[in-house]
């Protein structure tokens, strides 16, 4: 009987055994499915950082004021970009609408923004050309470093009609060098206004300007182009402004004298309020965007938006 009873235990046991189910395979997450909203929100998590910054140049990195905190913003993941066509049509401008783009030094003489310049190699592209109208919000620094011309003199330069070498007292001479290297460096600044405006978004949110190297090549005076600044405000339109490290109020004065020239009537408070034009003292609209606790420690070799370049011309078609 008890050999029964676990015969009959046993296969009661195989009864109720349940059957094996077929695993079933992975099912990828439809992220295509979520409602817009979310998407965007989602783009905006990965690729609004505050501040975007190029490789700099190493004068920018170690003198300029436009990197003093760069190690706290973190960098946009702009490989989101390359997933396929849809979803980069719809974070691209997430990306370079609520972005600051700190410009390189020499941006204006790069691709896309110089038609002649290689879009490769050391002076490799700033941006894709598709996104250069999309930037609402730039940095830009006036620095006698990206001025291609020479300020040194040469031999025919020191035989025009100013007068001859051995003819001009040491005064004269330093005089002359001043005047020949400064009308030098203006014209290479009218250059970068003249590629900003060719280039750039005609109603920018916020426009930056750094003068923290504007000193003249002999070192005894700070140079201002008021003309040059007066064209990017009325070329560009930005509806907020900041002009970094200029010295005293003095300065002031002499960025704003340019505005004279547009309209007679602008006073300078007038002029202030209507660009709103904060002179480096006020709030740091970008300041939120700083990474708590951790500095980003890459030396300054962020490539994020030439890779997002890359990634504009390189992504997948799907």
């Known amino acids: 009987m008890a050999a029964l009873a676990i015969a009959n235990n046993s296969a009661l046991s195989a009864n109720t055994t349940p059957p094996m189910v077929a695993a079933q395979p992975h099912q990828p997450f439809r992220f295509l499915d979520l409602p817009t909203e979310l998407r965007l929100q989602v783009y905006e998590n990965l690729l609004v950082v505050g501040k975007v910054f190029f490789t700099p140049h190493w004068v920018d990195m170690r003198e300029g004021s436009r990197y003093k905190d760069f190690t706290k913003y973190a960098k946009?993941?702009?490989?989101?970009?390359?997933?396929?066509?849809?979803?980069?049509?719809?974070?691209?401008?997430?990306?370079?609408?609520?972005?600051?783009?700190?410009?390189?030094?020499?941006?204006?003489k790069r691709h896309p923004f110089h038609e002649f310049a290689s879009a490769s190699g050391d002076d490799r592209g700033v941006c894709s050309a598709a996104a250069k109208p999309s930037m609402k919000n730039?940095?830009?620094?006036?620095?006698?470093?990206?001025?291609?011309?020479?300020?040194?003199?040469?031999?025919?330069?020191?035989?025009?009609?100013?007068?001859?070498?051995?003819?001009?007292?040491?005064?004269?001479?330093?005089r002359v060098a001043h005047d020949r290297a400064k009308y030098r460096l203006l014209f290479d600044w009218d250059y970068l206004r003249e590629r900003a405006i060719f280039?750039?978004?005609?109603?920018?949110?916020?426009?930056?300007?750094?003068?923290t190297n504007a000193y003249c090549p002999v070192g005894c005076c700070r140079i201002f182009n008021q003309r040059c600044h007066l064209s990017l405000f009325y070329g560009l339109?930005?509806?907020?402004?900041?002009?970094?490290?200029?010295?005293?109020?003095?300065?002031?004065?002499?960025?704003?004298?340019?505005?004279e020239f547009y309209d007679d009537e602008d006073e300078d408070v007038e002029v202030v309020k209507k660009f709103g034009i904060n002179f480096g003292g006020g709030e740091d609209l970008w300041v939120r965007w700083q990474v708590e606790g951790e500095d980003r420690n890459d030396d300054g070799n962020d490539e994020s938006a030439s890779e997002e370049k890359e990634n504009n011309e390189e992504r997948d078609e799907v």
């Open 76 to 108: 946009p993941e702009v490989a989101i970009l390359r997933v396929n066509n849809q979803i980069h049509d719809e974070a691209e401008p997430v990306y370079l609408e609520k972005n600051l783009f700190v410009l390189p030094l020499h941006w204006h």
């Open 138 to 174: 730039i940095s830009i620094a006036f620095d006698p470093t990206a001025c291609d011309l020479a300020h040194t003199q040469t031999g025919s330069d020191w035989n025009s009609d100013e007068g001859k070498f051995d003819d001009l007292s040491s005064a004269e001479r330093l």
């Open 199 to 211: 280039n750039l978004q005609s109603q920018m949110e916020y426009l930056e300007l750094d003068f």
């Open 237 to 259: 339109s930005p509806k907020k402004v900041t002009v970094l490290e200029l010295k005293n109020e003095n300065e002031e004065k002499r960025f704003l004298s340019g505005f």
